[in-house]
């Protein structure tokens, strides 16, 4: 898939009103030291090799092989023990009791993109983040109350690979998950983050409608299938326009179209595809049921007989990514800490998807979004600018809420978990 979508540059935040305890909790300095730590030349800079180490060599490209090494090349110089591999690629440390909570903190490592709207080369910078957390939780593993896993997710042709990790069972009895995003438009040191749906539920779709080709002189002898499907894109743009809550956002774009190679010749068949985009369960599964009655009603119209298929190979659905309210308040709290309630923003919708959304699916979810607006840059530069760089000042504070947000988690969860749950891979 060659198609970026950058609409998270051209986001206007808003401040978001937020309620948090004035008093001090027993979160305690944790967060604000582990800014500090993170901030120091020494970690800052490892970091920042890191993220160029992956970025720049490259043979990494496409290829989470290497990026895979290199994770765990790094998390064996800090005694950390991890499992690899997990579903093909993928990395899993372990950082603390071996015992429960579970906490799981997810980064994507690949060069493939799971986040479909995301250009690739932000992934280095939050791998670069989930090994400065790590640095942070294994300089303090003693102190954990429980388990932190570091999820480095691989994520195969057209996503699923946070599919292939769930079905592993590594994350079993884990009891929240958390995941970030750098957004190059939200300023350095803010946060954006929202309670409930965040990201759409995108699915593809892709219909051959077959009629019988012939001379264009004479289309009496013809089913033509140009003009069936041409019919049955414009009635798929009432789905939206006319089935769907105007109060609720959703989308079908057809951005595929291909028959024909003559200017004198009627094609045997035309095939059309494309995406579509809504905000709960409930309209995706209605809108994915009336593309295809769409398609091949509208096809028969036009005396052509049409076949829809859902999410090919290279193609995969994802759900809706819906924030889990309570770790909602948890994030609020620790981001408060780490970079004070002023720069902590309501992150606005967006009909891009994530396939972090399938662990949501089965444990309480989070994900957020870090700014790191480069102040030097202008806003058009930034809104034009297809080769998005990592303002690279953005890493101290991903590391540092990451391993914030799962040591107070820990903290806070400590007597919640059921005893006998464990992990047999300790
Ligand atoms: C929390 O504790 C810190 C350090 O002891 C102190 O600087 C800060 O004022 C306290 N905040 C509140 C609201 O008590
Ligand atoms: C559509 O399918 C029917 C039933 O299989 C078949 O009889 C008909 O010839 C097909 N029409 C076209 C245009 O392919
Ligand atoms: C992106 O990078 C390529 C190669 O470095 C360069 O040719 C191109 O002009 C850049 N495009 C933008 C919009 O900066």
């Not at 305690?28 to 992956?54: H, S, T, Y």
């Not at 800090?78 to 440390?93: C, E, H």
């Not at 300089?139 to 195969?156: I, M």
């Not at 309209?283 to 052509?304: M, P, W």
Request: net charge negative.
């Amino acid at each position: 898939m060659a198609f970026y979508f950058f609409i998270i540059n051209f986001l206007v935040f808003m401040p978001l009103p937020i309620s948090s305890s004035s008093h001090n909790d027993s979160l305690g300095l944790i967060p604000v030291k582990f800014l500090d730590l993170i901030q120091e030349n020494e970690l800052f800079d490892w970091m920042v090799g890191i993220r160029r180490k992956i970025h720049q060599n490259p043979k990494l490209s496409f290829k989470e092989i290497e990026t895979s090494e290199l994770i765990r090349a790094e998390l064996e110089k800090m005694s950390i023990f991890y499992k690899y591999p997990v579903a093909k690629t993928g990395v899993v440390g372990f950082i603390g009791t071996g015992s429960p909570p579970f906490v799981a903190i997810r980064v994507n490592m690949d060069e493939l993109e799971s986040v479909e709207w995301e250009h690739k080369s932000r992934h280095d910078a939050h791998v670069a983040m989930l090994l400065g957390a790590a640095k942070l939780l294994q300089k303090h593993r003693h102190e954990l109350k429980g388990t932190v896993l570091l999820v480095f997710q691989q994520a195969e042709e057209g996503g699923g690979g946070a599919k292939k990790i769930l079905d592993t069972g590594i994350l079993d009895n884990v009891g929240a998950i958390f995941g970030i995003h750098v957004s190059p438009s939200l300023p350095i040191g803010s946060v954006a983050c929202k309670s409930g749906p965040i990201l759409a539920a995108v699915g593809f779709f892709e219909a051959k409608i077959s009629g019988k080709g012939g001379h264009a002189a004479i289309p009496q002898y013809t089913i033509d299938p140009i003009l069936a499907a041409s019919n049955v894109i414009v009635s798929l743009q009432h789905l939206v326009s006319r089935e769907a809550n105007p109060l609720e956002s959703e989308v079908v774009t057809v951005s595929k179209f291909q028959g024909g190679s003559a200017f004198n010749v009627i094609p045997d068949s035309v095939t059309i595809g494309g995406s579509f985009r809504a905000f709960s369960k409930e309209s995706f599964l209605q809108l994915k049921h009336r593309i295809e009655e769409v398609i091949t009603t509208q096809a028969s119209v036009n005396r052509c007989n049409a076949t829809v298929l859902f999410d090919s190979e290279k193609e995969a659905f994802n759900p809706v990514t819906v924030n889990d309210q309570n770790l909602h308040k948890h994030f609020l709290k620790v981001a408060t800490q780490v970079v004070g309630e002023r720069n902590i923003h309501e992150m606005p919708l967006l009909l891009g998807s994530e396939d972090f959304s399938w662990y949501q699916e089965v444990i309480p979810g989070y994900l957020f979004f870090v700014g790191m607006k480069d102040e030097k840059k202008s806003v058009d530069e930034l809104a034009q600018s297809h080769n998005f760089t990592v303002n690279e000042d953005v890493l101290p504070y991903g590391a540092a809420l990451h391993a914030s947000l799962a040591v107070t988690y820990l903290l806070e969860n400590q007597h919640n978990s059921p005893k006998q749950s464990s992990h047999d891979e300790l």
